[in-house]
Every structure is written in structure tokens, then in C-alpha cells.
């Protein structure tokens, strides 16, 4: 059974930076992908990053390129969201997910089939 646990959500004053790890068991990393997921107070979850962990094939949507970066740690087991330049609007939880069987990355939500509990992130201006 997969499990996913995130950490690293927190408080923070606009521009600031934070790094949230995802840590997995029951998952090597050699197949599937693995994303990032926030929703926002009162709206969707929405894809914010993606990586096809066999070939770290990377993909983000259009509001945080250039600001967040994604990466994984095969030997720990665990992916990572840097997130830096952060801006209010990025506050939300953050759901870390992984497709065992995917053959590429994905920002669609139903593409994934284990959720971590999530991890909050709070950006205040």
C-alpha cells in the first residue's frame, strides 16, 4: 500500500520561501508520476507541479514557473516542492499524489490515485 505523508507547509510573509517534502512508502520512485496539488479556500484542486520520476520529466502550471521547482530524492524516497518568491495567492493546502502506473507526467487530478493528507501553506501580504 502507498502512503504519502507531507511536511513542511507554514506561515509566511509574501516573498518569502518555503520547501515541502513528501515522503513515500510502498513507492521506489522507478515508475509512475508524482505531482503537487494545492486548493485554495472555496475552490478546486488545482495541479501546480508534475514530475515523471523515471526520467524527471518536469512540468508546471503557467502561475508559479519561474517561482516553484520540483525535485525528488530517489534514496529518501521523497519529492520536494521548493517554493520561492511566494505570493498570497499561492496559500492553500498542498497535497502531494503519485500514478504507480503512469507513463508520463500529469496536472490532472484524476490521473493520480494515492493523496497525501496535505500541508498548509498561509502567504500573508
Known amino acids: 500500500q502507498v502512503q504519502l505523508v507531507e511536511s513542511g507547509g507554514d506561515s509566511v510573509q509574501a516573498g518569502g520561501s518555503l520547501r515541502l517534502s513528501c515522503t513515500a512508502s510502498g513507492y521506489t520512485f522507478r515508475t509512475g508520476c508524482m505531482g503537487w496539488f494545492r486548493q485554495a479556500p472555496g475552490k478546486q484542486r488545482e495541479g501546480v507541479a508534475t514530475?515523471?520520476?523515471?526520467?524527471?520529466?518536469?512540468a508546471y502550471t503557467n502561475s508559479v514557473k519561474g517561482r516553484f521547482t520540483i525535485s525528488q530524492d530517489n534514496a529518501k524516497n521523497t519529492l520536494y516542492l521548493q517554493m520561492d518568491s511566494l505570493k498570497p495567492e499561492d496559500t492553500g493546502m498542498y497535497y502531494c499524489a503519485t500514478s504507480v502506473t503512469s507513463t508520463f507526467w500529469s496536472l490532472r487530478e484524476n490521473s493520480y490515485n494515492y493523496w497525501g493528507q496535505g500541508t498548509q501553506v498561509t502567504v500573508s501580504s
Open positions: 514530475i515523471y520520476t523515471p526520467t524527471r520529466s518536469i
